[in-house]
């Protein structure tokens, strides 16, 4: 089974799975409704599929054969995405970025981030940027190997900006750790 990303359309016409699976993604990454119908209406969304008779010698994104394994038919559908907006000119952010819960760990979280990076660069951002949760240790390692440097510290962000407490990791979601790199 191979995995491909790309640009994606929610609307009327989409597929009523299709459209609960990119939801629950963005949920994911983002408990905000209204800040995820905000940067849909006005970014681009891509999602990484899998391809139902595809390759299944294929290698995985880092090449490693085993990756895709785990992918079995009934999960050919919408595995993971990722949302970009231009924020300032020749600045984009990832808005958002999720894998399935039970797809992650193998991969396509950083293949995610590089098409996210690759897709900036092509569009003539000179830097693109991401924030996290001051308790998201693995999106903050994940960000960092993917070549991005912490920016600032939005303090109390999520404290202002999201009505209900956020804990992950056993921490309380206080403060946006921006993040950036170079293009
Ligand atoms: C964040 C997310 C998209 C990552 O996707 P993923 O497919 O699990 O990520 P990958 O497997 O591609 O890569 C994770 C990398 O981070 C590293 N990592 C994760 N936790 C780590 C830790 N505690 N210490 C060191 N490295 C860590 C992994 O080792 C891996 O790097 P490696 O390949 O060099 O070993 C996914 O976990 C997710 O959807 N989370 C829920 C939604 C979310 O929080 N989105 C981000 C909002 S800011």
């Not at 000119?89 to 590089?114: F, H, S």
């Amino acid at each position: 089974m191979k995995l491909r990303i790309d640009s994606f359309e929610l609307n009327d016409a989409t597929p009523v799975a299709d459209r609960e699976r990119c939801f629950a993604l963005l949920r994911d990454a983002d408990p905000s409704r209204a800040n995820v119908d905000d940067y849909l209406a006005r970014g681009e969304l891509y999602v990484s599929r899998s391809i139902p008779g595809g390759d299944t010698n294929a290698p995985g994104p880092g090449g490693d054969d085993s990756k895709w394994d785990s992918v079995s038919d009934s999960d050919s559908d919408i595995v993971g995405l990722y949302v970009i907006l231009e924020t300032r000119p020749r600045t984009i952010e990832i808005m958002n970025v999720a894998v399935l819960p039970e797809l992650q760990g193998q991969g396509i979280g950083k293949d995610l981030v590089r098409h996210a990076i690759e897709r900036a660069r092509t569009k003539g951002a000179k830097s693109i940027e991401i924030g996290t949760g001051n308790s998201s240790v693995g999106q903050l390692a994940l960000y960092q190997k993917m070549g991005f440097r912490i920016l600032g510290i939005d303090f109390d962000y999520f404290v202002r900006f999201y009505e209900e407490p956020l804990y992950e990791n056993g921490i309380q979601v206080r403060d946006m750790i921006r993040l950036a790199q170079d293009l």
